[in-house]
């Protein structure tokens, strides 16, 4: 039977790829909250055409955040949103506007738009560099929110930003997690209506993105698991690393074709 959509044009080896890119994206969601869509149009975009990759994580990483968000309640949830409202209306204006221009961006562009901030995330992570916020903290969110808007249109990934201003402010760790599910979800709402505007999200790619969901659940419940019992600066300088060479691999087939 022929599959749907551009499942049907994928060779069967590629699918699986994809599947096992989604699953490990769903452990790392599980296990430490987020770079769900930064692991996924990485992974994928280094195989894939790049709208097809950011077409697959849409609703993988709406249902995840989704799940994310409201898992203290939605009391805490709309506490979460109001603190950080000035964030999250920049976040999703800038990433309405810009998510309308992914298609008129030339493919080798959007390679080396999505592969240099995720390189850059990896390797400031990885030196230990943390940027420190203090006084003046509407203006940081409205600038921070404007990088993550651009990011999140042209690539679907609003987590780089988002970590490093949470971690800045010095937010408690249940508030931090709670807040980036929030914020995700409302994010991942826009991307899916800006991406329906788009184009790039249509009835030929939206069966893979589909398709993902099951991979993203079934990794995100093997890294709930797996989250108490695992050395977690361990774990996450691993996943920086698979971060770093994605990312570069994303510039050098920008670059090089």
């Known amino acids: 039977m022929q599959m749907p959509g551009i499942l049907g044009d994928m060779a069967p080896a590629l699918l699986l790829l994809a599947s096992v890119i989604a699953l490990f994206a769903g452990f790392v969601k599980g296990a430490v909250g987020f770079a769900l869509p930064m692991i996924l149009i990485s992974g994928m975009g280094s195989f894939l055409p790049a709208e097809w990759a950011l077409a697959g994580l849409i609703l993988p990483t709406l249902l995840s955040n989704m799940v994310q968000g409201f898992a203290g309640g939605w009391r805490a949830?709309?506490?979460?949103?109001?603190?950080?409202?000035?964030?999250?209306?920049?976040?999703?204006?800038?990433?309405?506007?810009?998510?309308?221009?992914?298609?008129?961006?030339?493919?080798?562009?959007?390679?080396?738009?999505?592969?240099?901030?995720?390189?850059g995330f990896a390797v400031t992570q990885i030196m230990g560099w943390t940027l420190v916020l203090d006084g003046a903290k509407q203006r940081y969110e409205v600038i921070i929110g404007v990088i993550a808007g651009l990011m999140s249109g042209f690539s679907g990934?609003?987590?780089?930003?988002?970590?490093?201003?949470?971690?800045?402010?010095?937010?408690?760790?249940?508030?931090?997690?709670?807040?980036?599910?929030?914020?995700?979800?409302?994010?991942?709402?826009?991307?899916?209506?800006?991406?329906?505007?788009?184009?790039?999200?249509?009835?030929?790619?939206?069966?893979?993105?589909?398709?993902?969901?099951?991979?993203?659940?079934?990794?995100?419940?093997?890294?709930?698991?797996?989250?108490?019992?695992?050395?977690?600066?361990?774990?996450?300088?691993?996943?920086?690393?698979?971060?770093?060479?994605?990312?570069?691999?994303?510039?050098?087939?920008?670059?090089?074709?």
Not at 196 to 222: C, E, H, K, Q, Y
């Open 77 to 119: 949830a709309f506490a979460s949103i109001w603190r950080f409202r000035v964030y999250i209306l920049v976040l999703l204006g800038v990433l309405a506007a810009a998510a309308q221009a992914v298609a008129l961006v030339p493919q080798w562009l959007l390679f080396v738009l999505i592969g240099v901030p995720v390189t």
């Open 157 to 257: 990934t609003w987590g780089p930003p988002t970590v490093m201003y949470l971690t800045a402010i010095g937010a408690e760790k249940r508030e931090a997690m709670r807040a980036q599910g929030v914020i995700y979800l409302l994010g991942s709402v826009m991307l899916l209506v800006a991406h329906l505007r788009s184009g790039i999200l249509n009835a030929a790619t939206a069966p893979l993105s589909v398709w993902l969901i099951v991979p993203v659940f079934v990794g995100m419940w093997i890294g709930r698991k797996a989250h108490d019992r695992m050395d977690q600066a361990r774990f996450r300088q691993m996943m920086l690393w698979v971060l770093l060479v994605a990312g570069l691999n994303l510039i050098r087939r920008g670059v090089f074709g």
